[in-house]
Protein backbone atom coordinates (compact mmCIF):
# COMPACT_ATOMS: atom_id res chain seq x y z
CA UNK A 1 0.00 0.00 0.00
CA UNK A 2 0.98 3.60 0.06
CA UNK A 3 -0.16 6.50 1.51
CA UNK A 4 -1.60 9.68 -0.75
CA UNK A 5 -1.80 13.72 0.53
CA UNK A 6 -3.33 15.74 -1.78
CA UNK A 7 -2.69 19.73 -1.21
CA UNK A 8 -3.48 23.09 -3.03
CA UNK A 9 -7.12 22.80 -3.11
CA UNK A 10 -9.23 26.03 -2.44
CA UNK A 11 -11.47 29.13 -3.91
CA UNK A 12 -11.42 30.39 -7.28
CA UNK A 13 -12.65 32.55 -9.11
CA UNK A 14 -14.04 30.74 -12.58
CA UNK A 15 -11.31 31.78 -15.16
CA UNK A 16 -8.29 31.73 -12.24
CA UNK A 17 -5.85 28.49 -11.57
CA UNK A 18 -5.04 26.28 -9.29
CA UNK A 19 -2.63 23.34 -8.81
CA UNK A 20 -3.32 20.55 -6.94
CA UNK A 21 -0.17 18.11 -5.65
CA UNK A 22 -0.43 14.73 -4.39
CA UNK A 23 2.85 13.53 -2.49
CA UNK A 24 3.14 9.11 -2.10
CA UNK A 25 5.07 7.27 0.49
CA UNK A 26 6.64 4.36 -0.33
CA UNK A 27 9.36 3.46 -2.62
CA UNK A 28 7.21 1.64 -5.58
CA UNK A 29 5.66 5.64 -6.84
CA UNK A 30 7.35 5.54 -10.40
CA UNK A 31 5.71 1.70 -10.57
CA UNK A 32 2.16 2.89 -10.98
CA UNK A 33 0.31 4.72 -12.94
CA UNK A 34 -1.32 7.68 -11.25
CA UNK A 35 -4.56 9.00 -11.63
CA UNK A 36 -6.77 12.24 -10.42
CA UNK A 37 -9.93 11.65 -9.84
CA UNK A 38 -13.44 14.23 -9.18
CA UNK A 39 -16.51 13.79 -7.05
CA UNK A 40 -19.53 16.92 -6.84
CA UNK A 41 -21.93 16.24 -4.57
CA UNK A 42 -24.56 13.75 -5.29
CA UNK A 43 -22.12 12.40 -8.37
CA UNK A 44 -20.53 9.28 -8.69
CA UNK A 45 -16.49 9.64 -8.61
CA UNK A 46 -15.04 10.29 -12.13
CA UNK A 47 -11.58 10.35 -13.81
CA UNK A 48 -10.01 13.43 -14.33
CA UNK A 49 -6.71 12.85 -16.25
CA UNK A 50 -4.24 9.95 -15.65
CA UNK A 51 -0.58 9.78 -16.08
CA UNK A 52 2.09 6.52 -17.03
CA UNK A 53 5.13 5.12 -14.75
CA UNK A 54 6.79 7.94 -17.07
CA UNK A 55 4.83 10.30 -17.26
CA UNK A 56 5.41 10.12 -21.02
CA UNK A 57 1.41 8.89 -21.65
CA UNK A 58 -1.50 11.40 -20.25
CA UNK A 59 -5.08 10.85 -20.36
CA UNK A 60 -7.50 13.81 -19.92
CA UNK A 61 -11.62 13.57 -19.50
CA UNK A 62 -13.16 15.96 -22.24
CA UNK A 63 -14.44 18.33 -19.89
CA UNK A 64 -10.93 19.07 -18.64
CA UNK A 65 -9.21 18.50 -22.04
CA UNK A 66 -6.87 21.86 -23.13
CA UNK A 67 -7.27 23.05 -19.36
CA UNK A 68 -5.92 20.76 -16.81
CA UNK A 69 -2.36 19.29 -17.22
CA UNK A 70 -1.22 16.03 -15.46
CA UNK A 71 2.49 15.48 -14.14
CA UNK A 72 4.44 13.89 -12.09
CA UNK A 73 8.29 13.90 -10.68
CA UNK A 74 9.37 10.06 -9.42
CA UNK A 75 12.11 11.43 -8.22
CA UNK A 76 9.91 13.36 -5.61
CA UNK A 77 6.95 10.71 -5.74
CA UNK A 78 4.62 13.72 -6.39
CA UNK A 79 1.54 14.03 -9.43
CA UNK A 80 0.25 17.69 -9.48
CA UNK A 81 -2.69 18.73 -11.60
CA UNK A 82 -2.55 22.14 -12.86
CA UNK A 83 -5.96 23.29 -13.74
CA UNK A 84 -6.54 26.54 -15.66
CA UNK A 85 -9.60 28.39 -16.75
CA UNK A 86 -11.92 26.94 -13.74
CA UNK A 87 -15.40 26.15 -14.37
CA UNK A 88 -17.93 26.28 -11.96
CA UNK A 89 -18.71 22.74 -12.78
CA UNK A 90 -15.31 21.66 -11.73
CA UNK A 91 -15.98 22.31 -8.09
CA UNK A 92 -15.63 18.87 -6.51
CA UNK A 93 -13.61 16.90 -4.28
CA UNK A 94 -10.57 16.12 -6.01
CA UNK A 95 -8.38 12.75 -4.92
CA UNK A 96 -5.23 11.47 -6.37
CA UNK A 97 -5.31 7.74 -6.94
CA UNK A 98 -2.80 4.89 -7.71
CA UNK A 99 -3.43 2.54 -10.69
CA UNK A 100 -2.67 -1.22 -9.13
CA UNK A 101 -4.46 -2.53 -12.82
CA UNK A 102 -0.74 -2.71 -14.28
CA UNK A 103 -2.57 -1.86 -17.69
CA UNK A 104 -0.60 -0.10 -20.14
CA UNK A 105 0.33 2.71 -20.22
CA UNK A 106 -2.95 3.16 -17.57
CA UNK A 107 -6.62 2.36 -16.67
CA UNK A 108 -9.35 4.85 -16.63
CA UNK A 109 -11.28 2.80 -14.74
CA UNK A 110 -12.22 4.09 -10.80
CA UNK A 111 -12.13 0.47 -10.22
CA UNK A 112 -8.85 0.08 -11.19
CA UNK A 113 -7.28 2.44 -9.06
CA UNK A 114 -6.41 0.49 -4.81
CA UNK A 115 -5.13 3.41 -3.62
CA UNK A 116 -7.14 7.03 -2.51
CA UNK A 117 -5.87 10.30 -0.74
CA UNK A 118 -8.24 11.79 1.47
CA UNK A 119 -9.02 14.54 -1.10
CA UNK A 120 -8.82 18.22 -1.42
CA UNK A 121 -11.66 20.95 -1.91
CA UNK A 122 -12.04 22.69 -5.36
CA UNK A 123 -14.24 25.03 -5.12
CA UNK A 124 -14.87 27.23 -8.14
CA UNK A 125 -17.00 30.66 -7.65
CA UNK A 126 -18.58 33.02 -10.45
Known amino acids: QVQLVESGGGLVQAGGSLRLSCAAS????????MGWFRQAPGKEREIVAA????????YYADSVKGRFTISRDNAKSTVDLQMNSLKLEDTAVYYC???????????????????WGQGTQVTVSS
Open 97 to 115: ARDSSGIQPYSIRTRSYDS
Open 26 to 33: GRTFNGFA
Open 51 to 58: INRSGGAT
